[in-house]
Every structure is written in C-alpha cells, then in structure tokens.
C-alpha cells in the first residue's frame, strides 16, 4: 500500500518548525532560516544549488534518501510562497526556481483558485482548493502506486496528523532556539495512542526521529 | 555569582515534559512515568534506590553531575505531591521516602500555607507563598553561595524562564511521543534574544540540550 509521509520537518528545540514573519525573503519566517543549517550544510543541498562541496554523512543520507519512492507531493501555500489570501497574479512559480527538486507532481492547497502549471524537470503544481482529503486523493492517483509526501509547511503536517492520515514522519530535532512560531504537534491528543517512535539516530548537529502508525 | 539552574529537565519529541492527569500513583501524569525511562535505566537511579547494576554512560554522568555545586532546589507543588487547592493535612512528605535525594534546603512554590519540616540527610523542606522571586531569594539565601537549581516540574520551569531568570537549562529530549501535557517551551517569545544553546550532546537513548544565558 502506498504511505503518505512527511520527511525531514525540522523542529526547535522550543517546538516551532517556522519562525513567525513569513516574507519573499524568509520563507522560515523572520530569523527562521538558521533552523535549516543543518541541511545546508549537507552536500545534497550543495549540489542542489549548484555549489561544490558540502558535508557527507547522517544528515546528508536522510536528505537525499527523502525523496525515496515518492511520486507526489503535497504542501500548504505558505510552502508554495509569501502570498497570502487571493492570489495578485501568477507570476510566482514558487521558491525554488525553474527546476524545482520535486521531479513529480506537487498539489498546494489554497483557499483561492489558481491555474496549474508546469516547469523543467518534471514537477508541476496543481492547487487544490477542496481540502486535505481531496489533495490526498488526487495526489495518490498522481503518484501511481508509490508514496505521497507532505513537503510541509507546519501547518500542513499538522492537518495530516490530525486526520490520522500519516504513515510515517521523519523529524530533524535542531539544538536551536526560535521562541515563537508554528508547531507540528499541537491538538494531537491520540497521536501517542496511534503512532510510535520508530527510529531515533543523533547525528553530530542534529537528532533524527521517526515516527510510524502502530501496527493494528 | 552562583546561578540559577535546571537541570534534567525531560521533553518528549511533541514537546511534553508530564503528561496529564497527576495523581499519587502518576507523578508524572497518566502514562507520562515513561518519559523518565531513560533515569530509571542508570546506574545512578539504581543507586537512588538501592538497586544493584543500572547503565554508565553519558546519561548517568549527566544524572550524578545535576547536583554538582547545587546549595538549594525550588519546586512546584505538583512535584511535591499529587495533591491540589488546600493542604488536606501535613502527612505528605514528599515522594522520595524518608530520606530525599536533595540533601539541603527545598523550597516549594504553594499558594497555601504548610509547616516546614526536616526529612533525613539534610534535606529540608520549606512552603512559599509569595511568587517565584521571594522563593528564589530564600533559596540563595540558604544555598550559601552554591547555585540553586529548579526541580521542576514543567510549570515552574515556564514561570522562572518567563520571568528570565533562569541562568543555565539541560534538557532532555526524549525519543517519545506522550500526545498532551504540561510544555517548559510556552509563551517564552524573548527567549531567543536571552538564550542560546551552548551544548549538544546525543546519547544513544536521548539527546541532551543546554542552554545558557546570552554574554551581554
């Protein structure tokens, strides 16, 4: 059976996966990057963006292992961009430039209609207007047979967990403080009755947990 | 200048430090006893209890050395006893049997009034009614120089970190998921300006965090 899962959410050590301000220039919100060193650091990230160098090792694997077996991503608008409310225009094709690091199709959800489009690589975006379980849908008949991924943002993962309709999630603990922000686990009452800790392996910057559905 | 200090402060992967629903069998809250496998395993609990074996290691290291220095601790009421609202008596003495693992003068936050009394060893225990700040004054006062450290639980954690007198905090982050409870990280918005993560130190079971004070 295909999983929908969520990899490589990055946490404070204070809970927040985001920090409060998004902008066109901190899609982390205000001082929010720093939570995402980690992978920067990592020469999967280098080779995304063109650069030499970059660390191998835990942190390395996990990211580029995340993309294992998925054939379609799902992630709110505050992933997609800085926009809120109806959309100005559509001009903006996203934070990742003309070959985004999907190689699939990506459905955002939004309150607010928007035309679907394509770019180089083989990553489209589709925006879905009529909830979780509808981009749910569309997004396992997308990905013919493998895996649905939740991109993030936070918000986004907690409307899955909430649900109880993810599988599998794959948290990055950061030794790092943001004071405020967007949780992942907030309102998840049952949450420790119908998942468990799978898999919990420290690195040198950062602690890697993940979190599966108990087995019924 | 001595401190003020938590140390062992326990968090689970969604951010809980007990669990709801305390009660004399529960000290920390309704299946929440779990959080703190990682202290039973050691060689310093089996110690504690008069247990032989328990495990060595950077846990127990961190165990034996969270009273290094330490002249006076301040406590909830909550992890001084499952009761709540008025003393029902002054039979209740605490959780750790006649002779607590403290060894000098414990100060508990209460909003009712109880006699103090002497317990074997050298701890003592003494009844606050008037704040955090009288009760952290009294505590230096009888740590005679040495540093004070916060037991816990997670509510006076918040207060004294809300309050930004919290010199030094160890947590630890337990692989774990409890679904509710009581956070240490809430409503803390300043505390990425006052504080900043001075070491990280994973063991194989956990992940330990201490956060300092910012140099001016």
């Not at 970059?54 to 991503?73: K, P, R």
């Not at 992933?79 to 990506?106: C, I, L, S, T």
Request: hydrophobic share 40%; charged share 20%.
């Amino acid at each position: 059976m295909p999983k929908l899962v969520a990899r490589c959410i990055t946490i404070s050590l204070d809970g927040f996966s985001a920090a409060k301000g998004q902008a066109h220039d901190a899609p982390f919100g205000k001082d929010g990057l720093r939570l995402m060193e980690w992978a920067f650091a990592t020469r999967y990230f280098a080779n995304m963006t063109g650069q030499e160098g970059g660390a191998e090792g835990l942190d390395n694997d996990f990211l580029v292992h995340s993309f294992d077996n998925i054939g379609a991503t799902i992630m709110g608008r505050n992933m997609f961009g800085p926009q809120r409310g109806a959309w100005p225009n559509e001009d903006w094709k996203g934070w990742w430039g003309p070959n985004p690091p999907y190689h699939h199709p990506v459905f955002v959800l939004s309150h607010h209609k928007h035309s679907s489009f394509e770019m180089e690589g083989g990553t489209s975006f589709s925006f879905v207007n009529d909830g979780i379980e509808s981009a749910l849908k569309q997004a396992f008949a997308a990905a013919k047979g493998k895996d649905v991924r939740i991109g993030g943002g936070a918000s986004t993962v907690n409307q899955y967990l909430k649900a109880g309709l993810v599988d599998e999630l794959h948290c990055v603990l950061v030794p790092m403080l943001l004071g405020s922000g967007e949780r992942i686990f907030e309102g998840l009452d049952g949450l420790a009755d119908s998942h468990e800790v799978a898999e919990y392996i420290p690195s040198k910057t950062v602690a890697h947990v993940r979190i599966v559905k108990k087995a019924k």
